[in-house]
C-alpha cells in the first residue's frame, strides 16, 4: 500500500532555511503519471498548495512563493525534498506531502501524517 | 491566478440531514475539481475527484456534481464521523485550495 512520512526540523529561526523530506513506499516516481506534492497549513488555516514533482522531473510551483521554494526528487531513495529559504514567522504549519496521478486527475489521494513546522526566533 | 470560494463557511447541520456544500471558481474550470474531508490532528482525505468522481473507499452518501464554475458536494444523510471540515481544490498548471466549509452538529 502506498504511505508517505514528511521528516525535518520542528523548529527554524527567522531567516533560515527549511527543509523537509518526503520519504514514501508503495509507488515509484519513475512511473509515468505518478507526482508527489507538498502541501501545508498553518494553524486552524486553511490548506494552502506549494509544489508538485512528476515523475518526469516536471516541477510546478506556488506563484506566490516560488521565488522561495525547491523541489527535488531521488528516485533511487523514494524521497522528495522540499526547501524554502528565508522563512519567516507565518510559515509556520503543518506541512503535508501527498501522492497523485494521473489515474485521479492529480487530486491528492494518499497523504502523509505531517510535519508541524514553527518558525520562532 | 483562479480563485475557490466555499460557502457558507460554517454549516449547521444534524444526523441524518441532507447537506450541501458548494464551491465557486472564479473562472471556468471544466471538471478539474476534488473535494476532501479533514478531521482535527488528521490529514485531509479525498472524497471526489474529476467534480464527480468518488475516490476508492468513499461511501455513495457523498456525492460531487458541477462543471465550468459552480460545484457542489452533497452528504445525502449525515453520520456522526461527517463532521468535519470540507475543502474543494482546483488543478490547472498550478493547485487552488478554497477556504474551507465546516460542518458543526446543530
Known amino acids: 500500500q502506498i504511505t508517505l512520512k514528511e521528516s525535518g526540523p520542528t523548529l527554524v529561526r527567522p531567516t533560515q532555511t527549511l527543509t523537509l523530506t518526503c520519504s514514501f513506499s508503495?509507488?515509484?516516481?519513475?512511473?509515468?503519471?505518478?507526482?508527489v506534492g507538498w502541501i501545508r497549513q498553518p494553524p486552524g488555516k486553511a490548506l494552502e498548495w506549494l509544489a508538485l514533482i512528476f515523475w518526469d522531473d516536471d516541477k510546478r510551483y506556488s506563484p506566490s512563493l516560488q521565488t522561495r521554494l525547491t523541489i527535488t526528487k531521488d528516485t533511487s531513495k523514494n524521497q522528495v525534498v522540499l526547501t524554502l529559504t528565508s522563512v519567516d514567522l507565518v510559515d509556520t504549519a503543518t506541512y503535508y506531502c501527498?501522492?497523485?496521478?494521473?489515474?485521479?486527475?492529480?487530486?491528492?489521494?494518499?497523504w502523509g501524517q505531517g510535519a508541524l513546522v514553527t518558525v520562532s526566533s | 491566478e483562479i480563485v475557490l470560494t466555499q460557502s457558507p463557511a460554517t454549516l449547521s447541520v444534524s444526523p441524518g440531514d441532507r447537506a450541501t456544500l458548494s464551491c465557486r471558481a472564479s473562472q471556468t474550470i471544466s471538471t478539474f475539481l476534488a473535494w476532501y474531508q479533514q478531521k482535527p490532528g488528521q490529514a485531509p482525505r479525498l472524497l471526489i475527484y474529476d467534480a464527480s468522481n468518488r475516490a476508492t473507499g468513499i461511501p455513495a452518501r457523498f456525492s460531487g456534481s458541477g462543471s465550468g464554475t459552480d460545484f457542489t458536494l452533497t452528504i445525502s444523510s449525515l453520520e456522526a464521523e461527517d463532521f468535519a471540515v470540507y475543502y474543494c481544490q482546483h488543478r490547472s498548471r498550478w493547485y487552488t485550495f478554497g477556504q474551507g466549509t465546516k460542518l458543526e452538529l446543530k
Open positions: 501527498a501522492h497523485s496521478s494521473g489515474r485521479l486527475r492529480y487530486a491528492f489521494d494518499y
Open positions: 508503495g509507488f515509484s516516481l519513475s512511473t509515468s503519471s505518478v507526482a
